[in-house]
C-alpha cells in the first residue's frame, strides 16, 4: 500500500469519523466526497488500517471484551468477562471482580427470582456495592468457612440489605468435624429449610476456592489436620461444596461433612456465574471452567490468559 498523502489521511479521517462515529450512511458521505459509497468503505478500512482512527471499548465497568469472548468461546461457556486486574495483591482483583458481578446481577436478575449466593469475600463486596434488587429470595449456598464471627455477621448482614425478599440463611459452619456432626446440622429445622430452597433456583453466584492457599474450606480443613491429605488426592478447588481436581472431576470427598449446596442441586440450576481470581487461583479456575458446573465465568485477565494457554 503507498504512502498516503496528508490530504487522503485528511479524506479517510473525515470518512471514518462520519461513517464510524456519527453513523452516516456510506451513500451521504459518497455524495458529499464526490466519490463512490464503496470508495467510502475503502477509505474507512485504510483509516483502520493505518492507524488513523482508534476504535476502543468505553465501558462503565472494564472488561477485556475480545479476550472474555475467546475465553467463552474455548469453555463454552454463555458468557465469561476478564476483567484487567489493578495494580495490587489479591484484595484489589477481589474488589474488581466484585463490581462487574455486582452488575451482571443487577442486569440479568428479575422479579421473583429465587437467588443463590456464597458467602464468600468477594459476593459480600458484591452485596456491598448492590443497590435494592427487584423482590426475590435469596439462598445462602453454603454455610461459612470461617471461625470469625464478625465475618460470619458480615455475610449475612450484606445479603440482607441487598434484596427486599426473604434471605434463606445457614447459620452454620460449612465443614463439620464429621459425618455424624454433619447429620446433625443438616437436620436442624432452619438449615434443612435453607437446604430444600435450593431445589428451586433461579440462578446462583458462586465463589471459587483455590487450594490449598486461596480456600476459606481449605483453611478450615487444615485447622482439622487434613488439607495434605486432600491436596493429595488431587483436590485444586472448590466451587459450592464440590471438589475438583485439576481437570475439573469431581472429587467425593469431605462427603456428609459439607453444608451447602450439592454438585446434582448446582448442575440443575439454569444459570451459575462461578467468579474467582487473583494469585493462587489460577488453576482453580481452570478446573471450574472444565467442569461445566458454571455457564457463566468472572476472572482476571491474567487468570483468563492462564486458562486460554492450558487450555
Same mark, same amino acid.
Given at each position: 500500500?503507498?504512502?498516503?498523502?496528508?490530504?487522503?489521511?485528511?479524506?479517510? /479521517? !473525515? =470518512?471514518?469519523?462520519?461513517?464510524?462515529? !456519527?453513523?452516516?450512511?456510506? /451513500?451521504?458521505? $459518497?455524495?458529499?466526497?464526490?466519490?463512490?459509497?464503496?470508495? %467510502?468503505?475503502?477509505?474507512?478500512?485504510?483509516?483502520?488500517?493505518?492507524?488513523?482512527?482508534?476504535?476502543?471499548?468505553?465501558?462503565?465497568?472494564?472488561? #477485556?471484551?475480545?479476550?472474555? *469472548?475467546?475465553?467463552?468461546?474455548?469453555?463454552?461457556?454463555? =458468557? +465469561? !468477562? +476478564?476483567?484487567?486486574?489493578? /495494580?495490587?495483591?489479591?484484595?484489589? %482483583?477481589?474488589? +474488581?471482580?466484585?463490581?462487574?458481578? =455486582?452488575?451482571?446481577?443487577?442486569?440479568?436478575?428479575?422479579?421473583?427470582?429465587?437467588?443463590?449466593?456464597?458467602?464468600?469475600?468477594?459476593?459480600?463486596?458484591?452485596?456491598?456495592?448492590?443497590?435494592?434488587?427487584?423482590?426475590?429470595?435469596v439462598v445462602q449456598l453454603t454455610g461459612v468457612a470461617s471461625t470469625d464471627e464478625g465475618e460470619i455477621l458480615r455475610a449475612i448482614t450484606a445479603m440482607t440489605s441487598a434484596v427486599r425478599g426473604k434471605i434463606h440463611s445457614l447459620h452454620a459452619p460449612m465443614l463439620a468435624t464429621d459425618a455424624a456432626a454433619g447429620r446433625a446440622i443438616a437436620a436442624q429445622p432452619a438449615v434443612r429449610r435453607a437446604l430444600a430452597r435450593m431445589d428451586g433456583l433461579d440462578r446462583a453466584i458462586v465463589t471459587i476456592g483455590g487450594w490449598p492457599d486461596a480456600s476459606l474450606l481449605a483453611a478450615q480443613a487444615d485447622q482439622l489436620g487434613e488439607v495434605e491429605q486432600l491436596v493429595d488426592r488431587g483436590v485444586v478447588a472448590e466451587v459450592g461444596t464440590t471438589l475438583l481436581d485439576a481437570d475439573g472431576v469431581t472429587l467425593p470427598a469431605l462427603e456428609g461433612r459439607t453444608i451447602g449446596i450439592s454438585e446434582q442441586q448446582l448442575r440443575a440450576t439454569p444459570s451459575v456465574?462461578?467468579?474467582?481470581?487473583?494469585?493462587?487461583?489460577?488453576?482453580?479456575?481452570? $478446573?471450574? +471452567?472444565?467442569?461445566?458446573? =458454571?455457564?457463566?465465568?468472572?476472572? #482476571? /485477565?491474567?487468570?483468563?490468559?492462564?486458562?486460554?494457554? *492450558? $487450555?
Open positions: 500500500m503507498s504512502k498516503m498523502t496528508i490530504d487522503e489521511q485528511m479524506r479517510c /479521517v !473525515y =470518512a471514518a469519523l462520519q461513517r464510524l462515529k !456519527y453513523n452516516r450512511s456510506t /451513500v451521504d458521505i $459518497a455524495e458529499e466526497l464526490g466519490v463512490s459509497r464503496f470508495m %467510502v468503505g475503502r477509505m474507512v478500512q485504510r483509516a483502520r488500517d493505518e492507524g488513523l482512527v482508534e476504535i476502543r471499548p468505553v465501558m462503565a465497568d472494564p472488561i #477485556d471484551t475480545e479476550l472474555s *469472548h475467546r475465553l467463552a468461546d474455548r469453555f463454552d461457556l454463555s =458468557a +465469561a !468477562y +476478564a476483567v484487567p486486574a489493578p /495494580v495490587g495483591g489479591t484484595e484489589q %482483583v477481589r474488589t +474488581a471482580l466484585a463490581s462487574v458481578c =455486582a452488575r451482571l446481577l443487577v442486569d440479568s436478575i428479575e422479579e421473583d427470582d429465587i437467588v443463590g449466593m456464597t458467602p464468600g469475600r468477594t459476593i459480600i463486596e458484591m452485596c456491598e456495592r448492590l443497590e435494592l434488587l427487584p423482590m426475590c429470595d456465574t462461578a467468579v474467582g481470581g487473583g494469585p493462587g487461583k489460577e488453576r482453580a479456575v481452570l $478446573a471450574v +471452567a472444565r467442569s461445566g458446573l =458454571a455457564d457463566v465465568l468472572v476472572t #482476571d /485477565v491474567p487468570t483468563a490468559r492462564f486458562l486460554l494457554e *492450558h $487450555a
